[in-house]
């Protein structure tokens, strides 16, 4: 089945900071999105970016579909940004289904 | 985004016991929910798809007998773990897909469950 890395595993900011977290899959993909899991264990659509950019305040991504990779951008971070980041990719023959990166866990402190 | 809640939002349980946890889509109607577990520290793996008034499909090396889901309606699904042991004990979180010409999956705020 599709392998779904993240990189990096684990990553510290201080608050202000700009960070970049990676998603590289390992095969073509119908469905990609990016998750921000909070510390009570919420999921929380960021985006659902199977190709392009977008973006929505703080936060951007980019999928470079050719390139089987996805990229997260976070800006002047805050502590609220911490927690569990994953993307979830749905394979081209997925059959719905999303695999989920083995994540980055982000902590900002003040 | 859509709602998706769960119910109950954690559970304690002897060995031995069954436990159900419900699943609803508050604002949409959803023909395919999943369902996730997650152990500390680790990610999401899926355990099963839950298709409106149909048998789920089970994720391999997941136990059908012991996972039981139903789908009764297009807004909620259970799972039922029977038998509960404490190796079953662990965060189940459930999704909703959703079609509005993205095929978005929305999530719960998941369940854990400890098993004694």
């Known amino acids: 089945g599709i392998q779904v890395e993240q990189s990096p595993p684990d990553l510290i900011l201080q608050e202000g900071a700009n960070s970049t977290l990676r998603c590289n899959f390992s095969?073509?993909?119908?469905?990609l999105q990016w998750f921000h899991q909070n510390p009570w264990g919420q999921l929380i659509n960021l985006f659902y970016?199977?190709?392009g950019t977008k973006q929505n305040g703080r936060l951007s991504a980019t999928t470079v579909a050719t390139e089987r990779y996805s990229l997260l951008y976070i800006s002047s971070s805050q502590t609220t940004d911490s927690g569990v980041y994953f993307c979830a990719v749905e394979g081209s023959t997925g059959f719905q289904k999303l695999v989920f990166g083995t994540g980055t866990r982000l902590l900002v402190s003040p | 985004g859509a709602v998706v809640s769960q119910h109950p939002s954690w559970v304690i349980c002897k060995s031995g016991t069954s436990v159900k946890i419900e699943c609803r889509s508050l604002?949409?109607?959803?023909?395919?929910m999943f369902w996730y577990r997650q152990f500390p520290k680790q990610s999401l793996m899926l355990m099963a798809t839950?298709?409106?008034?149909?048998?789920?499909?089970?994720e391999q090396g997941v136990e059908k007998d012991k996972f039981l889901i139903n789908h009764a309606s297009l807004t909620l699904s259970t799972l039922t773990v029977t038998s509960a042991h404490p190796e079953d004990s662990s965060f189940y979180i459930c999704s909703s897909r959703i079609r509005e010409g993205t095929d978005t999956q929305y999530f719960g705020p998941g369940t854990r469950l400890t098993v004694l």
């Open positions: 604002d949409f109607q959803a023909t395919t």
């Open positions: 970016i199977p190709s």
């Open positions: 839950s298709n409106e008034g149909s048998k789920a499909t089970y």
């Open positions: 095969d073509s993909v119908n469905n």
